[in-house]
């Protein structure tokens, strides 16, 4: 396969192993997200409102009695349409170990990736900060972008945390 | 294979600190004088699990100290040896000493190996059998402080003293009070409030009456407040003149109806004060007495001395520094020498009140070897009990120790953290298919509505049997007290009596590992600062032996847990003064309340000597905030001379709540049932502004602020016309506040979720709650609503 043929002395043995990602799309852009920080994927529920929280933050939900703050991504990075159809679904992420989901529109595929597939973004300040890319991937001549979610959610603009955290 | 061993070393700590509770559980609960063979044997067996996995595992100094008390304890138990207190001294010590092997073991600190040394001597000595104390030497060197009086048969004189609440004071209850104990004998008033004024304030009574104590005790108690009032049946007053002395050749034969107490009633009379038993002298007995002396570290209690000719003791000494208890000469034994009768057995027991009661044996009525102490105001007691100090709780935790030991398991709290929300998940699985069946109404199949009926009782039983699993007695924290009581009250050179009641009051296992702290901490300056010097309490006409209560109770949502004393009392003064050195903002016409909270400030501490007990000014300050931490609060109540009170309030749980689910628009809000006062639907014009921003309402011709939790929500949807919702009145921390909401929906127990633990706080919001259709609702926080009221008002103002 390609992947080992690319593993040359030159490339250092962990770039060799490939990881998964599960990808998902907000609007028309494809994100891919490691795999093992995702805990599971249901569909969208209503949450419980928080009161004054910021407008991405949905609320909260009741995991098998836990209490999981709802993030919808797609308000985060300013989408412009954002509706809750019965196709939405909410990821279960299990970062920092807390448990947070995440709306997105829809999930599409578990895909594995080797380090080096995954390109640099260029450097452009966008809306999204570009510190949460990890880069950029093509696949099947879809760009995905990788993002870094443990970061993303822990981030204080997710204002998921108390600031002491 | 080789097995790792360290891998169960952890099951062995857990175990062997088990096993040691258990053991000076045991020890302190001993009756030296006539041991228990079960109890012996218990303690026997739980030195003996020690040893053996002790050596098991390899921790040889473990094996060897156990060994050695193993032995001796073999001795008693096979009634080679006789029990005495000395050996329960050094039985506690090598506990202590295994403690801190332990803990060593575990990486805590390093154990001193020549005191490990010193005891394991001091062991093996008592195991041969060689060692028995010297007779310490008895003296008469005081005079009887209080002269024990005659009292004529059946009369007896009761000092009551008490401090009337107000209620009663204001009213004819004090009055009418006053008036039955006159009809009940004579009656002297000592000390009574000014008149003019309300009459709250200290009343000290003395009557002399053929009643009992019970013809008055309740109606005492309804005018006066639980420990605000005591009653002393008093030997020690003015009667006519009478000595100490003549009594015991005087009145032979006094019928002695408070021989229940736990005194020896040979033919001669005994007195007993409100708090000392007298020792019963043989005063015509040929032979010398023996006494049977149990000696205390600070030894106190009536010192029976035995007199040659009516003259003191000579060249005895009196060890005690602080010389307090009676020391009654014995009259004339014909044959008694200055020392020899004091030659005798010993008993030693800690830091015990003893007394000496001569033991001739040649007189058939004295049964026990031992002689027992007793204080007076145990009147309710009726047996003798040799510690009655402990008396009051070590016997029932004694008992309920091994049994709970014997038969539990270990499990994580994880495990029962995931089985109570599993079933929480059950439950609301259950609700979904009730709803399911409802909303089928009659074409529901009688047999599956009788199921679904059937499966809500068992989850519903289900899940109050998994909450048990978390609530365990509060008996698991009072039972290290009395330890505590005992080691410090002889460091200190005090004398007290812990009681208390309502150990098995059940609270949350999570709670009961945080409140044993604090409670250390109050019951430690009780101790230190509550309870004065044995001299200082007799000269204040008070028992040397001080008492502090620990009681535990439910009250409403709450469990209450007391921590009194019935010492000195604080000083308002010497805290005023106090806080004004250390530069805080206090004046004279504070509150007794808010002056006594000044205690809890950081650095406070009124002792005018740093002890190592306390004195150092941390403390107080943590025990409030380690409370608050749970969730509960800490008052004080003090009466200068009368004593201290301190009452600590938790919620039972911190994992259930009493709610009441209100809603505003499409939202549901948990308020905690336990600070909602009321609620009310207000007419047009009952809201009233202050400057046209602050809104307040008139309850009760109370103003009080109003919050809309609509507007402090942003919720849309919701009720805007006051007169359409409900008031919800609410009272937090002392300060009240109407909360405006659309509707009541309900009362229900909610399970207690952490916001933070995912996410964060929330302002106004103390947690989240899952309702019975898996929703999330969240739980104000009553007492920020309160507060974000207060504020609002002197902005507005």
């Known amino acids: ?165 | 294979m080789a097995i790792d061993m360290s891998q169960f070393y952890q099951v062995f700590f857990e175990e062997s600190a088990e096993h040691l509770a258990t053991m000076e559980s045991l020890l302190l609960g001993l009756d030296v004088g006539n041991p228990d063979p079960e109890e012996l044997n218990a303690i026997f067996r739980a030195a003996h699990s020690i040893k053996g996995s002790a050596g098991t595992f390899g921790f040889t100094d473990l094996s060897e100290t156990t060994h050695i008390l193993e032995n001796l304890l073999d001795r008693i138990r096979k009634q080679e040896l006789e029990l005495r207190a000395d050996m329960v001294d050094a039985f506690l010590e090598a506990g202590d000493l295994l403690k801190s092997m332990l803990a060593a073991h575990q990486g805590q600190g390093a154990v001193d190996g020549a005191v490990a040394e010193a005891l394991r001597q001091r062991l093996r000595r008592l195991s041969a059998g060689g060692e028995v104390p010297v007779a310490p030497p008895v003296t008469a060197a005081d005079p009887p402080p209080v002269a024990p009086p005659v009292a004529p048969p059946g009369i007896r004189v009761f000092d009551i003293q008490f401090v009337p609440t107000a209620a009663s004071a204001a009213g004819d209850g004090v009055t009418h009070f006053v008036d039955d104990l006159k009809r009940l004998g004579t009656l002297a008033v000592h000390g009574k409030p000014d008149p003019g004024g309300d009459q709250v304030g200290f009343w000290h009574l003395r009557l002399t009456t053929e009643a009992g104590q019970d013809a008055f005790e309740e109606q005492l108690d309804f005018i006066a407040d639980a420990g605000a009032w005591r009653i002393a049946l008093d030997t020690s007053c003015d009667a006519d003149g009478a000595q100490a002395f003549g009594l015991f050749d005087g009145s032979p034969g006094t019928p002695e109806d408070e021989a229940g107490y736990g005194f020896f009633d040979p033919p001669a009379r005994v007195v007993e004060d409100d708090s000392f038993g007298f020792f019963e002298p043989l005063p015509t007995h040929p032979a010398p007495p023996k006494l049977v002396v149990i000696e205390a570290d600070e030894a106190y209690g009536l010192f029976e001395p035995v007199a040659a000719k009516h003259e003191p003791v000579s060249g005895a000494q009196n060890e005690e520094a602080e010389g307090y208890g009676f020391f009654v000469p014995l009259p004339a034994a014909p044959a008694a020498g200055s020392e020899a009768p004091v030659a005798g057995q010993v008993v030693e027991e800690g830091d015990g009140f003893g007394f000496f009661v001569p033991v001739s044996p040649a007189v058939p009525v004295q049964p026990a070897p031992v002689a027992t102490a007793v204080t007076g105001v145990q009147k309710e007691s009726p047996t003798p009990q040799p510690m009655p100090r402990e008396s009051a709780t070590k016997p029932r935790a004694a008992a309920s120790a091994p049994a709970a030991s014997d038969s539990s398991i270990r499990v994580s709290v994880e495990k029962v953290d995931q089985l109570i929300n599993l079933v929480g998940e059950l439950v609301i699985t259950q609700a979904m298919l009730q709803q399911c069946a409802i909303q089928l109404q009659d074409s529901a199949p009688e047999r599956l509505v009788s199921g679904l009926a059937q499966l809500e009782r068992n989850t519903r039983d289900l899940q109050e049997s998994v909450m048990s699993i978390r609530m365990l007695p509060i008996s698991f924290v009072f039972s290290r007290f009395p330890r505590v009581v005992r080691d410090l009250s002889g460091k200190l050179g005090k004398q007290v009596e812990l009681r208390t009641s309502g150990e098995t009051t059940e609270l949350d296992k999570s709670l009961i590992e945080r409140i044993t702290d604090p409670l250390t901490h109050l019951i430690r300056n009780s101790l230190d600062h509550g309870i004065e010097s044995p001299e200082k309490r007799v000269a204040a006409g008070k028992s040397p032996v001080g008492t502090i209560t620990l009681k535990a109770y439910h009250q409403g949502g709450n469990i209450v847990i007391e921590v009194g004393d019935d010492g000195a009392g604080l000083n308002r003064q010497k805290i005023l003064a106090k806080a004004r050195e250390r530069g805080l903002q206090v004046s004279e016409q504070m509150s007794d309340g808010d002056v006594f909270n000044l205690i809890f400030e950081a650095g406070f501490s009124t002792a005018d000597q740093v002890t190592d007990v306390s004195g150092r000014g941390v403390g107080m300050d943590v025990v409030r905030r380690n409370i608050q931490a749970m969730g509960g609060r800490v008052d004080i109540e003090s009466m200068a001379g009368i004593g201290t009170r301190m009452t600590v309030r938790l919620p039972l749980t911190l994992a259930i709540l009493d709610g009441m689910s209100v809603a505003v628009g499409d939202h549901t809000y948990i308020l905690p049932l336990a600070s909602v006062v009321e609620s009310l639907q207000p007419k047009e014009g009952d809201i009233k502004t202050l400057s046209n921003l602050a809104r307040v309402i008139q309850v009760r011709g109370e103003y009080l602020p109003v919050v809309v939790l609509r507007e402090l929500f942003n919720l849309e949807g919701a009720v805007a016309d006051f007169t359409q919702g409900i008031m919800v009145i609410l009272e937090a921390d002392g300060s009240k506040a109407a909360l405006f909401v659309d509707a009541l929906v309900g009362q229900h127990q909610v399970v207690i979720k952490s916001l933070e633990a995912n996410y964060r706080r929330v302002p106004c919001v103390s947690g989240a709650t899952i309702m019975g259709d898996g929703h999330v609702a969240l739980i104000l926080d009553v007492s920020a609503l309160a507060g974000r009221a207060k504020s609002n008002l002197p902005k507005a103002a």
Request: a negative charge; charged letters at 20%.
């Open chain 1, 1 to 165: 396969m390609e992947i080992t043929q690319a593993g040359t002395a030159a490339v250092a043995d962990e770039d060799l192993v490939a990881s998964e990602y599960l990808t998902f799309t907000l609007g028309s852009e494809e994100y891919a997200i490691d795999i093992l920080k995702v805990q599971e994927i249901r569909g969208y529920e209503p949450p419980t409102l928080i009161a004054n929280a910021p407008p991405f933050i949905k609320g909260v939900i009741n995991l098998r009695g836990i209490i999981v703050p709802i993030v919808d991504l797609r308000i985060k990075f300013n989408l412009a349409q954002v509706e809750y159809t019965p196709f939405t679904v909410v990821i279960i992420l299990n970062v920092a170990n807390r448990v947070i989901g995440a709306v997105v529109d829809s999930v599409s595929d578990v895909i594995s990736m080797t380090p080096q597939q995954v390109r640099p973004a260029p450097d452009f300040s966008a809306s999204f900060d570009t510190k949460y890319i990890l880069g950029l991937a093509t696949v099947e001549n879809r760009m995905l972008i990788v993002i870094d979610i443990a970061q993303l959610m822990t981030s204080r603009d997710m204002e998921l945390m108390d600031a002491a955290d």
